[in-house]
């Protein structure tokens, strides 16, 4: 039976303990997307904190395809120092870091990358932002900078990427039915819509060598109505894994899917019954896939974590806002103290991290600051 707590060796790369830092917009990189000193602060409390293994918040891969202000990248070698130095302050520390690469599609700012956003079909988004339809070679383009963006990731000792295929950016536009309207080779059926991922996969592989690790992260599916299902998600899962994929994160909605199933849902009241939003596609995706399962969403709970990894529904626990509140939560529930994590998902910790001011737990922000005020 596997151990939160125990050392284990996830794809070649030895973990102290089952707890994954889930890929999080920290909004702390510079106007070019290189990683700041803020930054690396934010990731060594969570190493100190006792999180087994760090995934990085989305870097784009393509300058067209940056979401966000302060956004991470890593589309350029000239953003190589930046990383490595925050790599070998991370793995100084004891850490292990996983980088995720990503492109926005059609989340995709054009205020901010002064590109067409690009995306599987056209889709018109909030504002009135038309995205244009990828010609196949703007596909091989983007299949390129991902491989090359691994590239960077593994001369910066990075300890492997994760692939974003998850929340309605572009490679889950592709997987996804409701984004993706193509008649080519890469929409229609599922393993169509599932080339593109194939074939990032296999140009990481071809960049980074067959023996980096490798990871995605990947809808179970998207609530959206003609949105990917739980089924499809198995079919995709499962070519993956004939692929040579190291580890699949199981994540879940998008852009378009109504905020009570959005991947950071909103919690009213604290319940376990809220707790582990896809803990049926995990059952079914273990039941019916081999490769090691990174399981996110809603868990808040000690009892809650421990039974997930007991029961076999997932064979790692990954977190995100939690860790947001209390970088130190993993060693707290080490040391005894299991009373459930103080974050209340009220998502006030990802409005600073947009408006250019870095991520913070609102909450516990505010609360400091009524305590002083009432002292004086």
Not at 212 to 232: A, Q, R
Request: aromatic fraction near 6%.
């Amino acid at each position: 039976m596997a151990d939160l707590f125990g050392k284990n060796i996830l794809t070649g790369i030895e973990l102290e303990n089952r707890f994954v830092r889930s890929a999080t917009f920290e909004g702390l990189a510079d106007s070019n997307g290189a990683a700041t000193d803020r930054m690396t602060e934010l990731l060594l409390d969570l190493v100190k904190g006792g999180v087994g293994l760090l995934i990085s918040g989305h870097a784009y891969v393509s300058p067209e395809g940056q979401a966000g202000n302060l956004q991470l990248g890593i589309y350029s070698d000239d953003l190589k120092e930046s990383h490595s130095k925050m790599v070998n302050s991370i793995h100084q520390a004891g850490g292990k870091i996983v980088l995720q690469i990503a492109h926005s599609g059609c989340q995709a700012l054009p205020e901010i990358t002064g590109h067409d956003p690009v995306a599987p079909s056209v889709i018109t988004r909030p504002k009135g932002v038309v995205s244009r339809e990828m010609a196949v070679e703007d596909i091989d383009h983007i299949v390129a900078a991902f491989g090359k963006a691994a590239q960077r990731a593994k001369d910066c000792r990075y300890d492997g990427v994760q692939i974003h295929a998850a929340h309605g950016y572009l490679l889950s536009q592709f997987l996804s039915p409701f984004y993706n309207q193509r008649t080519d080779g890469y929409g229609g059926s599922v393993e169509n819509r599932a080339r593109i991922v194939v074939e990032v996969l296999k140009s990481i592989k071809s960049h980074a060598g067959d023996d980096y690790p490798v990871h995605i992260k990947m809808n179970s599916e998207d609530f959206i109505d003609c949105g990917l299902t739980s089924d499809e998600m198995l079919v995709v899962a499962k070519i993956l894994e004939g692929n040579g994929i190291g580890a699949i994160e199981l994540s879940g909605g998008a852009i378009d899917s109504p905020p009570e199933l959005s991947p950071v849902r909103p919690e009213k009241e604290p319940s376990r019954e809220w707790e582990v939003f896809y803990r049926q596609s995990a059952k079914r995706f273990k039941d019916q896939v081999s490769v090691p399962l990174i399981l996110v969403g809603g868990i808040r709970s000690f009892d809650v974590a421990k039974e997930v990894i007991e029961t076999s529904t997932a064979d790692y626990i990954s977190m995100s806002r939690p860790f947001v509140r209390e970088p130190g939560l993993v060693n707290r529930w080490k040391s005894g103290d299991t009373a459930r994590a103080t974050c209340i998902s009220c998502n006030g910790c990802f409005i600073p991290a947009r408006k250019g001011k870095g991520i913070y737990c609102a909450v516990e922000k505010r609360d400091k600051r009524i305590a002083k005020n009432s002292k004086g």
